[in-house]
């Protein structure tokens, strides 16, 4: 079981827009800052958003992150087939350290 | 371009220690603006993190592994490296190293931590089997 929650899995259809969530505690996401992971079929994770609504040079604005209290939540606009993956939120616990959810497998139909 | 590598027998015995490295290219362990980790993924499940370690030796565990973790640091090699004993069947995935951005900000309303991971190596499998 996971530390932080997240739907397992989520679906749209391409050039529409879906977004992830994921839910914390005040020990983690409510005191910390979030970031948020793509990881494709067979590859290692990649980065796609820090500290809560930031992207790292290279990732388009298709993707965006927002959070709010101890949720956090993941945006992605105009989906292409290739968006298909599995999503991962992260942050901080105060006791636990690092922390992941439990992943998020999106379908782009 | 920073570059992570994972180095190691991909087969453990159960008991036995597990033991992987990671070599660091196209930027310094030891520049000191960062922590150096270890990130692992059973098959068919998600993320967990083991620990972290910085330049000078500084570490920090998740506490379900603390018991059995060590990471340590060669700044001469720009490698560090991962210790997990008393390894079982739970212990089977795919150990990644990455690097990561620590920073803590002390707002007047509150502290916040930001950790995140921007350069992960392509990952490992370690099966535990006998």
């Known amino acids: 079981q996971s530390v932080l929650t997240q739907p397992p899995s989520v679906s749209a259809a391409p050039g529409q827009k879906v977004t992830i969530s994921c839910s914390g505690s005040?020990?983690?996401?409510?005191?910390?800052?979030v970031s948020w992971y793509q990881q494709l079929p067979g590859t290692a994770p990649k980065l796609l958003i820090y500290?809560?609504?930031k992207r790292p040079s290279g990732i388009p604005d298709r993707f965006s992150g927002s959070k709010s209290g101890t949720s956090a939540t993941l945006g992605i606009t105009g989906l292409q087939t290739g968006d298909e993956a599995d999503y991962y939120c992260?942050?901080?616990?105060?006791?636990?350290?690092?922390?992941f959810g439990g992943g998020t497998k999106l379908t782009v139909l | 371009q920073v570059q992570l590598q994972e180095s190691g027998p991909g087969l453990v015995k159960p008991s036995q220690t597990l033991s992987l490295t990671c070599t660091v290219s196209?930027?310094?362990?030891?520049?000191?603006?960062?922590?150096w980790s270890w990130i692992r993924q059973p098959p068919g499940k998600g993320l967990e993190w083991i620990g972290y370690?910085?330049?000078?030796?500084?570490?920090y565990y998740n506490p379900s592994l603390k018991s059995r973790v060590t990471i340590s640091v060669d700044t001469s090699k720009n490698q560090f490296s991962l210790k997990l004993s008393s390894v079982t069947a739970a212990d089977t995935a795919v150990y990644y190293c990455?690097?990561?951005?620590?920073?803590?900000?002390?707002?007047?309303?509150?502290?916040?931590?930001?950790?995140?991971?921007?350069?992960w190596g392509q990952g490992t499998l370690v099966t535990v089997s006998s």
């Open positions: 990455a690097r990561a951005t620590r920073t803590y900000y002390d707002y007047v309303w509150g502290s916040y931590h930001s950790v995140y991971f921007d350069y």
């Open positions: 196209g930027g310094s362990i030891s520049s000191g603006d960062y922590y």
């Open positions: 370690i910085y330049y000078s030796g500084s570490t």
């Open positions: 005040s020990s983690n996401i409510g005191n910390n800052y």
């Open positions: 500290d809560n609504n």
């Open positions: 992260g942050t901080w616990d105060s006791s636990l350290g690092g922390v």
